[in-house]
T-cell receptor, first 115, second 111 residues
């Protein structure tokens, strides 16, 4: 079975540019999560969706960050304008809720470097 | 959110059992105990979870204290591929809630 697919795997861009990260969750999963990992702050939740609707975006650091889920098989995380401090590894995860606690499945991440 | 406390690092020998402790004295009655691990350059990977009873799966065992204020992840026979950062996480609805990761335990396996 295909896992969570993220693209691109690596992104290097200059400060001020728009960055778009993409995620395809596991088919049939109704929860989608975006996390960010840095050396300083570790792994932190940015936002999550249930049935394509944002549920909790309290972890989104600033208005420069936005996330969308136009359908059940695709989500984007956009940073505009990007800054060097946004450099991190961004992970997408998905899960399903079947009345019994289910684990989250993570993608391999996008390593983002803002110069 | 209820917090967990784990040792920063642990070292073990290949083919020996490994016991990874986690303290969670402020756990609430509805919190599940989840364990994830992260291998180098990969996303976190689910290992096991439980509520009150001990749990076993193909990867590991989870031993939960009777008062639920601590738990231990047990790798029965460590291999070099088990070298990773192991995270102990409390969540009322793990799959349906955002996970709060701490610093975890960096497990080093010696050949």
């Amino acid at each position: 079975d295909a896992g969570v697919i993220q693209s691109p795997r690596h992104e290097v861009t200059e400060m001020g540019q728009e960055v778009t990260l993409r995620c395809k969750p596991i088919s049939g999963h109704d929860y989608l999560f975006w996390y960010r990992q840095t050396m300083m702050r570790g792994l932190e939740l940015l936002i999550y969706f249930n049935n394509n609707v944002p549920i909790d975006d309290s972890g989104m650091p600033e208005d420069r960050f936005s996330a969308k889920m136009p359908n059940a098989s695709f989500s984007t995380l956009k940073i505009q304008p990007s800054e060097p401090r946004d450099s991190a590894v961004y992970f997408c995860a998905s899960s399903s809720w079947t009345g019994y606690d289910q684990p989250q499945h993570f993608g391999d991440g996008t390593r983002l470097s803002i110069l | 959110d209820a917090k967990t406390t784990q040792p920063n690092s642990m070292e073990s020998n290949e083919e020996e059992p490994v016991h990874l402790p986690c303290n969670h004295s402020t756990i609430s009655g509805t919190d599940y105990i989840h364990w994830y691990r992260q291998l180098p350059s990969q996303g976190p990977e689910y290992v096991i979870h439980g509520l009150t009873s001990n749990v076993n799966n193909r990867m590991a065992s989870l031993a939960i204290a009777e008062d639920r204020k601590s738990s231990t992840l047990i790798l029965h026979r460590a291999t070099l591929r088990d070298a990773a950062v192991y995270y102990c996480i409390l969540s009322p609805g793990g799959g349906a809630d955002g996970l709060t990761f701490g610093k975890g335990t960096h497990l080093i396996i010696q050949p």
